[in-house]
């Protein structure tokens, strides 16, 4: 068993319009910057993949990673639990002129959402948002004389993931805070890919530290020394790049 | 010449259906015994119920490590790439259709692919373990069996009559004398042992074996 | 003669009540300060949404690691004993009841404990991120705040006029006048600054003070 | 922060006749053997706790760990997927003569039902059991034209579990596939305490390989070299040891 893809380009290949894709990090932090930017590539040259909804706790920042990607008009709709950053700006001005759909969800809704998708459960029951904006049109019920939320899981045609080590069974390990969404979202996705800063030989990985078991993985593709949103930003890069 | 398949033989058969690289569980005794029969060059990755991923077969006795076991709670060993999890998570791997295949003992089985094969009835102690799980969530769920009963009654069925494991939940049936697909409602006979008639099985069958193309032979090497 | 808290005089009262050992939660921005002003020999372990609990204070600039953030994306460090955990293990500590205490800043607070400190209204882009999540499930869920609005108004109220963040959920408010309990339905006033009258405080309270016992004054270090 | 406690007798002193315990383990393996045969000893000296709910995945083997717990009369009533096994006839036993009620969960709705004690989500659905016998009773509704099975969390006054590695805080590590429910008792018990093989200084389990984070441990007991189930019924052991 061999999941290694060997260019982001063929990692991205398969993604079709009107995908729903989730994709892993919490801001910049275990975000797949290179995953985003080959799909950015794809649909410079080709066109496609469009209108995607797209599942991210938050809307990008500066004008790199998921920030491009809306800026690119890919992204239909977003799902997330915060929308706003330090420059959320892409985001900001299309959702203001009605061009982008936003489905907000707090986040550790969304977390078990995803987790909820992955694990075959496809409703569960939480306190939160119960009695706000955020719970309208959603089935209420009591429990031990408290009211609960119905919450639905979210499911994904495909995951862009990062992680730190990958071995060719997609056994997965990630960098420190950098894990958040990306265990869950590899579990939520009928296809996941991810990148991985060092990938390694089956049983390069103690089996006791893997995080996310190669099951819920289908590719990855090796991303050596990746590169992290937050630099980029303090570099006002853009993506793609912009010349003068 | 044989008149129906032994156990090996049947868990040969099963094994063939099983592509390179496809996530499997097998059930507790006799379905453990596909895993011998992989053919060469295909290497499935086996999922077991307490937490483990990639695990091979059991090591020499003597050297066991108790907290190295599968779900029969025999000792196994680890192959490269093999992960531990926690119960919730190996279950999310069952129930969120992540394994692509899961073989499983059975009872009975009823041609709307109902499936028993966790209780004998109201005596004694139930057990039912993770069989209900399993039924749920695998991508394909198959069945090995004998034809009949130890007293030579059907177990496959109109309907089960012992207390079931799932509802509408196996596609194949691989048997002592066929291999049967559940398709719609219907048994449908896919390979039957070239000796047997499909009067002389179909008499065995408790419900209507149906046709949808040729019978292929069910042929399996001497094990 | 200071008319009412700092910010951080607010923080730093709020933090004499946060136990040794105990799992804190402090939401972005202001309530981020509590941590500044433990009392010596206690040391709270701090938990962010995004999967770190035992996380110390902000690296020195140029030094930072941007996989090492907070729920507000600033750098962080980590102290012996932390730990990493993906979205759904951090929300299990936040809605399971795990966390000892969140400390919330808000718009609104009502007599009724609901709180409003998500969103101002239907303008711009809403964002909620994890303040719903974080307000149920915590065993004490408290909110620093000023007493009164920018322009004057009170904040807390008898009923929140904003969209709310939670219900029923607020038990005790550090404001830059006072320390209010939240019990069945009524603001207890606990704590009010030495200078203020109770009848001044009242008046720019937007529900009615109940008494419980003795008002203690609320006295904290220049800061 | 210390969470360590200096004796198995004091770790198992909080608990109270009736309590609901969680007991961590897969048959053997991962099981706490000796914090159960601690509260045997407390059972012996004082008669208490008894009328215990328990929640385990199997019975107990042989006369040691939970089977020799139930053998002493302490269990009430066991929550379990799987009460038959090589050597369960302390249970079947006393379950055949009515002396000990049994509630019987699937397996993966068991660990799902422990996880969602822990992770307050008050009851979830789940394509399990359905059209069986032990979804009777239980609300049936039915998500994106599939029929679902909907079931409570369970959570516990006590967890009794066993880790490798347990640090000052808590934070635990697990041996192979003795990590098993352990990790989701821990959560969905008010109170848990863990036998660990090694107790280690805060900073002595790297934080990416913190299965347990101490925020769900309550206090860890260091028993070195635990005993292992299988190993003792091997040698036909019973808890406490019969004298002749």
């Given amino acids: 068993m061999d999941k290694r893809i060997a260019t982001l380009a063929e990692a991205v290949a398969g993604i079709e319009d009107g995908a729903v894709v989730m994709i892993g990090g919490f801001g910049g932090s275990g975000a797949p910057i290179e995953l985003i930017h080959a799909l950015i590539d794809r649909f410079i040259a080709t066109g496609s993949p469009k209108n995607l909804t797209v599942v991210n706790n938050n809307a990008g920042n500066g004008h790199v990673g998921l920030a491009a990607l809306i800026e690119q008009g890919m992204v239909a709709k977003l799902i997330c639990s915060f929308p706003r950053s330090a420059d959320p700006k892409v985001f900001t001005e299309l959702y203001l002129a009605g061009k982008i759909a936003l489905e907000l969800v707090p986040q550790g809704t969304l977390a078990e959402r995803i987790r909820a998708g992955g694990a075959g459960i496809p409703a569960f029951y939480t306190p939160t948002s119960y009695g706000t904006d955020l719970a309208q049109g959603k089935p209420v019920e009591e429990f031990d004389g408290r009211p609960y939320v119905r919450e639905r899981w979210l499911k994904a045609d495909v995951a862009l993931i990062k992680a730190e080590l990958g071995d060719h069974h997609g056994n997965l390990t990630f960098r420190m805070a950098a894990r958040n969404f990306n265990p869950l979202m590899a579990m939520a996705a009928a296809r996941t890919i991810a990148q991985v800063s060092h990938a390694v030989e089956p049983g390069g990985i103690e089996p006791e530290q893997v995080i996310t078991p190669g099951i819920f993985v289908q590719g990855i593709v090796e991303v050596p020394a990746p590169a992290q949103e937050e630099a980029l930003n303090r570099a006002n890069a853009h993506y793609p790049e912009v010349t003068a | ?223």
Wanted: aromatic share 6%; hydrophobic share 45%; with cysteine.
């Fill in chain 2, 1 to 223: 010449m044989t008149s129906k398949l032994s156990n090996a033989q049947i868990a040969w058969r099963a094994a063939q259906d099983i592509a390179d690289g496809a996530y499997v569980n097998l059930g507790i005794g006799f379905p453990e015994m596909v895993a011998k029969f992989q053919p060469p060059g295909r290497e499935a990755v086996f999922h077991t119920e307490n937490g483990v991923l990639g695990f091979g077969e059991a090591p020499a006795p003597g050297t066991e490590d108790w907290d190295l076991i599968n779900a029969g709670k025999k000792a196994i060993t680890l192959k490269p790439g093999a992960a531990f999890f926690h119960h919730a998570d190996s279950f999310a791997m069952v129930r969120g259709g992540h394994l692509d295949v899961a073989i499983l003992g059975a009872y009975q089985v009823a041609e709307t692919g109902d499936l028993a094969n966790w209780s004998t009835g109201p005596k004694g102690v139930p057990a039912v373990g993770g069989a209900m799980d399993l039924v749920h969530g695998a991508k394909r769920v198959a069945v090995i069996t004998d034809h009949v009963t130890k007293d030579g009654k059907p177990k496959l069925l109109q309907a089960c009559t012992l207390p079931l494991t799932g509802v509408g939940c196996v596609t194949r049936v691989y048997t002592s004398l066929a291999v049967i697909d559940i398709e719609d409602g219907h048994f449908v006979l896919r390979e039957k042992l070239p000796a047997l008639s499909f009067d002389d099985l179909q008499a065995v069958t408790g419900a209507t074996l149906h046709l949808d193309g040729a019978v292929a032979d069910l042929i399996t090497p001497e094990l």
